[in-house]
Each structure stands twice: as structure tokens, then as C-alpha cells.
């Protein structure tokens, strides 16, 4: 056999998983981006020298016999002696694409979860970086050479000389038309469509569900015939397809820049002690942190736009974090405006994948410093020269990930301006009570900003008793709206329950309609024509008959924020808007309903709590809570703070301009003790009373804690013993680490998507012991149909 047809098979044998024996002077661990996320380790090609193997790589590797699998280099040694080992097939990168600050900080987070690197970045990376494409522009070809015309290439010697030279390139996958065509829809339902048209309902419902789709996207879940569906709905203008998605919006629905500002004194004492805490960073190199305490209106964002200046002109980057997609929105246009020069970046989770990795592979090429403004996935870019990260909202729940990959987004900032030498900012009007009790005992040294800008005085708050009320809205609070509109000033009404009822009512069997698969009751959402699952996402059209009776008669129970713009819509006379999950899944939509909004083409906005925190409207005079109650009587320890945080946020939305403000809060426990503190604005004393019951019952800021949530399929007959066995072994260690554990106890939420859930509690005084206590536990019992979730520091407690 010659050496060129000798190279050829080796290279095809590793890309279809053949293992040879060699002598190898090299090998390298590959943590693998996709399941089984493992690490493996594999030879280092001979063409490449080892110096070229950097830890953080990426690299294409064989795996059983499908297509080659994308792998991260962790480590390289030299084999003690002779070894079973394929090859690793190719790099993805001349490069690391992943700088060292970023590798290590996956390595931090894979040894606290007791997982691998690769499962770390395989969740935080862009999709399309997790998979292995790449191309190679080779001297002397038109096009370039996909991933198996290397493989298959019997001259790879002369393809990685070129590649070591720089007369060849790795290029990013191409993106053929099907992936560059995004379908968006462009209608809300319900939709002019026959209901025996099931592939154009079928369309729009998946659509509506996933937001701007590539076409190609559409037809790996739709099939190949959903085309003739796709180009009538095109031609009845109810979606449309589009090249890319507009990042910059469309200027004619954004909301006006907003107005040059100057600091006041409070704004310019708090950036002064912000720039000392900068240099001492930078001239240390040992980061600093800082907590801005701000009443709602106080000017904060002006604040991180002005440190964002200061960071641009002394060469480090700035990264600007929001909880939720909305206010993430609102910072980039106040960004835009106050550094029209800047260079700045956007990212967010609900950008395309091809976005979102066009701009983690331009940061990661970029040198110069730049302005980074994002949600909390943000927080894993590649950002050049880091300096500052800012957390506006810090309190807010959205900055904590508790599904496949958890993490908390505070801990994560943390530890990467601890590796840069920068400063955390964190701000808000209502701080999570154990960030305020770090600053209280010195940890976080705390800026103050007491008053709103321009003097302005905080709304007046007051409680409306609906104990008695057969309605959703109390005379009081309907008296206010008319006066209100009245007076051609604007409202906000807010309900923390989307959907138009939470139940529905069979009135011949008396039954309510609940999930098959939650024991949960439907949402009916009038729009769409369903009844919905907000837990697994069952879907029943409506009307339907009774799974019990089969009859046909039913009753709404109940409001959501669906029935509640309708009624509102008869009170003002003229359609209104809302924004909810639902209202803003259209791509652009939701920024269209703000932008409407400020430019007062509605005298009403209803919404859940994306409405709470952030957004400037001067002409809003009359903020309603609607149902105050909601989220106070959970089985939460922290269901007050959320409540006082929550509705804190809320009030700070009225009177933002020259006209005072006033909040009605309609409530049927009008002695409950957070309501004195919120009618005076009283964070300090909120904070010390409950600080005060934390303390006797042992909950955090005085202890760590974690929650485990324990699972098994209904007709799995082992789940309850395995979970019984499994509670034995960890409370017998819990007893040996000094460990607090309560439960396993059945969940608020006790079956969700067909499984059985438990919780179970761990206290303890650091976070080693319990996690100690967990993978212990979990290696003695071993468990199969148990499934298991460790959350430390959970901010979800159903």
C-alpha cells in the first residue's frame, strides 16, 4: 500500500472511529461538547507539533462510528509507554477560540458541579460552536475544503504544513441558504386560518412558540412538506422571511434616545468612589466590589454610562448585565445614545445561534476594549481587557440559572473580575437581602443614591382591601384609571398570571381541566384557542370535550393578564396594550409594545412583572398591582422579600415626570408586615425585620443552603425505595458533616412531565460540606430511577 493511500485510510479511520495501536509521542484529554460529555483522551497527529495542542483547542475527534465530535483540549503528556489511542482527527482552530481566563473559569465551575469541562461549555458556548464543522482555505482551490475532504485528503502532511504557515486557514462553517432565511411571524393570534389547515396551524404554533426560526430549523422539525404550508401563510402575509434579524431595530417603532443628562451631586459622588475602586484594581490587580443602593428613579443607568466612558478611555472593557431581554433592550439604546463612538456588543438568549456566534467570535479575535451590554448568558463571552462588569437589578431571580446548568450569575461575575483584577458593580432599588448584608458587614462596601432625579418626589403607595370584591379590580381602582385616562395621563397595570383564566370549570361533572401529565390545572389562553400547561407545555384545543363527562359546558374561573386587557380595553374605550410572555414572543414585538406605549398610542399597559423594573415612561401617573397577594403566600422563605422587591420596582414606574405618581395595591391581607414597609419605601426597615425571622428559623444570610430535588416516573415501581435507600445513606452522612437535612418531603409542584417530585433541604455552614454530603450519598446508593438535581443557593423553591 503506498504512504498516500496508507494516510488516507488512517485519516478515514479516525473519522469514523477505527482505534489503532501506535507509538505516539504525544496524547491530549478531549473533553467532549455534547453528550456523553466525557473525557477521553486521544493521540496528537505527528503533522502537527505538540507546542500547537493549546489547552482550550478545539478539535474534531472520532467517537464510535458516526461523524466526528467536537472536543476541547484540557491537557497533553507524553504516554509512559505504548498505548491504545485513536488520533485526534482535526483542529477546529488555528487557535484557541477560548482564552485561558474563560478555560479556567469552565474548569472552576465543572470541579463545584462535579462534572466536566466540556459539559460546561457545551451549555454555555453558541450552539454553532459546539459541533464539529470548520472549513479550510487550501492555496490553489476555489472553495474550501469541508471537514471530510480533510479527512479524506491523502495529503494531510501538505495540508498542516500550509496550515502551520499560514498559507491555509480555518475558516467558520459556511451557512447555505436555508440557515442564513429566518421565518418570522408576523400576526399575534388568533389566526385567519381553517381549522382543517393543520400544517399552517401546525407553522404558526411552532413559530409562535420558538420566535425567529431558520428555515432550515423549520423543516428538520416539520418535515421537508411543510414548503406549500410555508409559502401560503407567506402570501397571506401572516409570516414573513427574512435574510438576518434586525439587532439595531426598526428606528420608527424604538422609543426616542433619551435626553443629554448631567450628574447630580449624589450620581457624581458615587462615580468618583467607582473610579478610586477602578484604579485600586488595576493597580493591584486584585478586583474590587461594590454595591449601588438606589431608590427607583435615582439615575443609576446614568451612573454605569458614565463608568463606561471612564472604562473606554483607560483601555478596559465594561460589561453591562440586565435580568431579563426587555431592560436589556432599554440599556443598549441608553448606551447607544450616551457613546454614539463606542463600540458596543449585544447578547442575548433569544438572539439566532448564527448571531450569537458571530459575536462570540468577533470578541474573541478583538484586541481593543469595547462596551458589552447583555442578559446573564453574556457573562461567558470572550470580552478583551475586562474591567468592569455592572449587574443592574442584581436582586432580580433571572440572574440565577437553575435548569441544566446551574449557576448563579452574581458567582460568576465574581470570580471573573477576581481573575482579571477588575470591580463589580452591582445595583438596584431593593437589594437581595444577602447582598445588603454583605454591605452591612463590610464585604460590599455600599454608594447610596436617596433621592430620584430632579427632586422628584416617590409615588404615594396605597392598599385597596379586595377581600370582599367579586371582581378583579375594585371600584377604587377602576375610579383611578378613569381618572387617569381622564386626565390623558397614562397607566400601568400589572398581574403576575399570563393567559385569560387559570382554570376552567366543566359545569356538568364539576371537575376542573388539569394536565395528564402535571396534575396541574389549564391555563385557557382565549387568543390562541387552547388550554395551555405552563409546566410541560400540553396543549388541548378549546373547546374540547370533558376528559371525564365528555360534555361541553364550561366556565372561566379567574383572570389572567389575557382577560384583563379586555376588560380594560372596554373601560378606556379603545383597545390596549400588553406585555407578557405571550404578547412579546413575536420577534421585535415586544420592543413595538414599548415603544407604542411611550409614544402614547395606549393609555394603558398591562403586564406581568417584565413590566416591574426598569423602564421610563414620564407620562405614567398610576401604577395597579392587581393582585398584590400572588407570590406572598408561597412556600418560599424569601416569598416577602419577592413581594417587597416585586411591587418596589412596580411603584417606581409612576411619576417618573413632572407629575406625581400614586400605587394602588389591591390586597385581601391588608395587615401582612410587608405592606407598611412598602407604602413608606422603607428598604432599612424591611431589611432589619426580616433579617430579624431569618435568623430564628436558620435561613440565609446565616446559613448556606441547598435544595435537591428528587424525581421518579410515576410507573416506575423502584422509585420509592430507591428514594427511601438514597435518604437513609445522605442523613446518615448529613449526622457525620454537621449537616441540617429536612425531607425528602413531596414538592409544591408534586408531579411535573410525568414524574414524581421530591425535595429534600440541606443547612449547613459552608458550601463544601454539602457537597460532600451529595456525591457521597449519590456514589453509596447509586441510583437508577431516581434523578437527582442539587441547587445551591436555589431561588425556585416549587
Not at 164 to 179: M, N, R
Not at 372 to 380: I, K, M, N, P
Not at 425 to 432: C, F, H, V
Request: proline share 8%; hydrophobic share 40%.
Amino acid at each position: 500500500m503506498s504512504k498516500a493511500r496508507a494516510v488516507a485510510r488512517f485519516a478515514l479511520a479516525a473519522a469514523h472511529g477505527t482505534a489503532y495501536t501506535r507509538s505516539i509521542d504525544m496524547y491530549a484529554t478531549i473533553s467532549l461538547l455534547a453528550p456523553p460529555y466525557a473525557d477521553l483522551s486521544y493521540a496528537l497527529p505527528p503533522e502537527f507539533p505538540a507546542a500547537f495542542w493549546q489547552p482550550g483547542l478545539r478539535v474534531a475527534v472520532p467517537l464510535g462510528a458516526g461523524a466526528p465530535r467536537a472536543g476541547i483540549v484540557t491537557a497533553s503528556a507524553t504516554p509512559s509507554g505504548d498505548i491504545v489511542c485513536k488520533p485526534v482527527a482535526w483542529p477546529l482552530e488555528s487557535t484557541p477560540l477560548l482564552p485561558e481566563d474563560m478555560l479556567a473559569l469552565a474548569r472552576d465551575m465543572a470541579r463545584r458541579q462535579g462534572v466536566t469541562i466540556g459539559h460546561i461549555l457545551g451549555h454555555i458556548l453558541p450552539q454553532g460552536l459546539r459541533g464539529a464543522r470548520v472549513r479550510m482555505l487550501v492555496p490553489g482551490r476555489t472553495n474550501p475544503l469541508s471537514l471530510r475532504q480533510i479527512l479524506e485528503c491523502a495529503e494531510r502532511d501538505g495540508l498542516a504544513k500550509a496550515l502551520l504557515s499560514g498559507a491555509a486557514k480555518l475558516l467558520a462553517p459556511g451557512v447555505d441558504a436555508a440557515e442564513a432565511a429566518f421565518c418570522r411571524l408576523r400576526v399575534d393570534p388568533p389566526w385567519p386560518v381553517r381549522p382543517a389547515a393543520r400544517r399552517q396551524i401546525a407553522l404558526l404554533e411552532f413559530l409562535y412558540e420558538h420566535g425567529l426560526v431558520s428555515r432550515q430549523r423549520v423543516q428538520q422539525a416539520l418535515g421537508a412538506g411543510i414548503a406549500p404550508a410555508l409559502r401560503a401563510l407567506r402570501a397571506a402575509g401572516l409570516i414573513d422571511i427574512v435574510c438576518q434579524e434586525n439587532e439595531g431595530g426598526d428606528p420608527l417603532i424604538l422609543p426616542p434616545p433619551p435626553l443629554p443628562f448631567t450628574l447630580n451631586d449624589d450620581q457624581s459622588k458615587a462615580l468618583q468612589e467607582l473610579l478610586v475602586a477602578l484604579k485600586a484594581a488595576r493597580e493591584t490587580s486584585v478586583h474590587e466590589s461594590r454595591l449601588l443602593f438606589g431608590v427607583t428613579g435615582s439615575g443609576k443607568t446614568a451612573v454605569y454610562l458614565e463608568l463606561a466612558k471612564h472604562c473606554l478611555a483607560d483601555d478596559k472593557s465594561l460589561l453591562l448585565l440586565a435580568p431579563e431581554v426587555a431592560l436589556a433592550h432599554k440599556l443598549r439604546r441608553d448606551a447607544d445614545a450616551a457613546l454614539p463612538d463606542a463600540p458596543i456588543f449585544f447578547y442575548h438568549g433569544y438572539q439566532t445561534p448564527a448571531r450569537r456566534e458571530a459575536t462570540f467570535r468577533a470578541l474573541a479575535a478583538r484586541r481593543e476594549p469595547c462596551l458589552v451590554v447583555g442578559t446573564r448568558s453574556a457573562l461567558f463571552l470572550p470580552i478583551p481587557r475586562l474591567g468592569c462588569i455592572v449587574m443592574d437589578e442584581e436582586h432580580d431571580t433571572s440572574f440565577k440559572q437553575d435548569e441544566t446548568l446551574p449557576y448563579q450569575a452574581k458567582e460568576v461575575a465574581w470570580r471573573r473580575v477576581a481573575q482579571t483584577g477588575g470591580l463589580l458593580l452591582l445595583g438596584s432599588a431593593t437589594p437581595d437581602i444577602k447582598t445588603f448584608y454583605a454591605a452591612e458587614n463590610g464585604s460590599l462596601p455600599l454608594l447610596s443614591l436617596p433621592g430620584r432625579v430632579g427632586g422628584r418626589p416617590l409615588p404615594s403607595v396605597e392598599l385597596v382591601n379586595i377581600h370582599a370584591a367579586d371582581t378583579l379590580l375594585a371600584p377604587q381602582s377602576e375610579a383611578a384609571l378613569r381618572e387617569t385616562l381622564g386626565r390623558g395621563e397614562q397607566a400601568v397595570v400589572l398581574l403576575n398570571r399570563r393567559g385569560y383564566a387559570p382554570v376552567i370549570y366543566c359545569l356538568d361533572c364539576k371537575a376542573t381541566m388539569r394536565c395528564p401529565h402535571c396534575e396541574i390545572g389549564l391555563t385557557y389562553h382565549k387568543g390562541r384557542e387552547k388550554l395551555l400547561c405552563h409546566y410541560c407545555g400540553h396543549a388541548v384545543p378549546f373547546p374540547s370535550p370533558c376528559p371525564q363527562c365528555g360534555g361541553m359546558n364550561f366556565l372561566p374561573l379567574g383572570e389572567g393578564t389575557e382577560r384583563l386587557t379586555e376588560q380594560l380595553s372596554l373601560l378606556a374605550g379603545q383597545p390596549i396594550l400588553r406585555l407578557d410572555r405571550d404578547s412579546a414572543r413575536r420577534a421585535g414585538r415586544m420592543e413595538e409594545i414599548l415603544a407604542a406605549f411611550a409614544r402614547q398610542q395606549s393609555p394603558i399597559l398591562v403586564g406581568t412583572q417584565m413590566l416591574s423594573k426598569g423602564h421610563h415612561f414620564p407620562q405614567v401617573t398610576l401604577v395597579v398591582a392587581a393582585d398584590g397577594d400572588l407570590g406572598l403566600n408561597l412556600p418560599d422563605y424569601r416569598a416577602a422579600e419577592r413581594t417587597f422587591q416585586l411591587l418596589v420596582q412596580s411603584a417606581g414606574r409612576a411619576g417618573r415626570g413632572d407629575k406625581p405618581g400614586r400605587i394602588l395595591i389591591q390586597t385581601r391581607d391588608t395587615g401582612h408586615y410587608c405592606w407598611r414597609y412598602i407604602q413608606s419605601g422603607d428598604y432599612a426597615g424591611f431589611y432589619a425585620e426580616e433579617l430579624q425571622r431569618r435568623r430564628r428559623r436558620s435561613y440565609p444570610p446565616f446559613v448556606r443552603l441547598a435544595l435537591l430535588r428528587l424525581s421518579f416516573a410515576l410507573d416506575d415501581s423502584k422509585g420509592p425505595s430507591e428514594l427511601a435507600a438514597f435518604a437513609e445513606a445522605a442523613r446518615a452522612r448529613a449526622n457525620l458533616l454537621n449537616v441540617r437535612m429536612l425531607g425528602p418531603a413531596a414538592a409544591p409542584l408534586s408531579v411535573i412531565r410525568g414524574r414524581r417530585r421530591f425535595h429534600c433541604l440541606f443547612k449547613a455552614n459552608d458550601w463544601q460540606s454539602i457537597r460532600k454530603l451529595y456525591f457521597s450519598a449519590k456514589a453509596d446508593t447509586a441510583p437508577r430511577a431516581l434523578r437527582l438535581f442539587l441547587d445551591l443557593d436555589p431561588v425556585n423553591m416549587m
